[in-house]
């Protein structure tokens, strides 16, 4: 039987697990939008939009205590590129995910997070402690693009390359 200390354990990583299983979810309908409103960009500054409202519902929900804007002023400039890099991976995803599918653009984010993670921890960037590349890190990067190449399936033939073909 699972201890509660087991179970508690175990919420964030069944969280971080349904977060993951959103993605294809959100990269689809972010596409579907952009193409009703004429452009991936509308699609993502409307997921953008939605997602400062949901956030702004939840805030006043769990009446979060205002913010130290002062304290975060103070920061390292990085602390602000976040929304930045949110929009750039809305607006990719809103864009890309129609030609590459969900399962073709998020087996590449996660081959770019894991590259860029290994790259952030052997600097020991932004505040982090160094964590040197090893051969076993290596490899386990060189795994993750096996397995965009297994998932995307580069160089088999899919029905719609197949019927483009015939019809020609």
Same mark, same amino acid.
């Given at each position: 039987?699972?201890? +509660?200390?087991?179970? $508690?354990? $175990?919420? @964030?990583?069944? *969280?971080? /697990? $349904?977060?993951?299983?959103? /993605? @294809?979810?959100?990269?689809?309908?972010?596409?579907?939008?952009?193409?009703? #409103? &004429? =452009? @991936? #960009?509308? &699609?993502?500054?409307?997921?953008?939009? !939605?997602?400062? !409202?949901?956030?702004?519902?939840?805030?006043l929900v769990l009446r979060v205590s205002a913010p130290d804007v002062h +304290?975060?002023?103070?920061?390292?400039?990085?602390?602000?590129?976040?929304?930045?890099?949110?929009?750039?991976? !809305?607006?990719s995803a809103t864009a890309i995910t129609p030609q590459l599918g969900a399962s073709g653009f998020l087996m590449l984010v996660v081959a770019?997070?894991? %590259?860029?993670? !290994?790259?952030?921890? =052997?600097?020991?960037?932004?505040?982090?402690?160094?964590?040197?590349? *090893?051969?076993?890190?290596?490899?386990?990067?060189? #795994?993750?693009?096996?397995?965009?190449? #297994?998932?995307?399936? $580069?160089? *088999? @033939? *899919? %029905?719609?390359?197949?019927?483009?073909?015939?019809?020609?």
């Amino acid at each position: 039987m699972f201890s +509660k200390a087991v179970a $508690l354990a $175990l919420v @964030p990583v069944g *969280t971080a /697990l $349904l977060a993951g299983a959103i /993605l @294809p979810f959100q990269a689809a309908s972010n596409a579907a939008v952009g193409r009703a #409103l &004429g =452009h @991936p #960009l509308w &699609g993502a500054l409307t997921s953008l939009m !939605v997602s400062a !409202v949901v956030v702004v519902i939840a805030l006043l929900v769990l009446r979060v205590s205002a913010p130290d804007v002062h +304290k975060a002023l103070q920061g390292s400039w990085w602390l602000w590129i976040g929304g930045i890099l949110g929009a750039v991976y !809305v607006g990719s995803a809103t864009a890309i995910t129609p030609q590459l599918g969900a399962s073709g653009f998020l087996m590449l984010v996660v081959a770019g997070q894991i %590259v860029a993670s !290994v790259l952030v921890d =052997h600097f020991g960037l932004m505040g982090l402690s160094n964590k040197p590349i *090893t051969f076993t890190r290596l490899a386990g990067v060189v #795994l993750i693009f096996a397995g965009v190449w #297994l998932v995307q399936g $580069l160089g *088999t @033939p *899919t %029905v719609a390359s197949s019927a483009s073909q015939i019809s020609q």
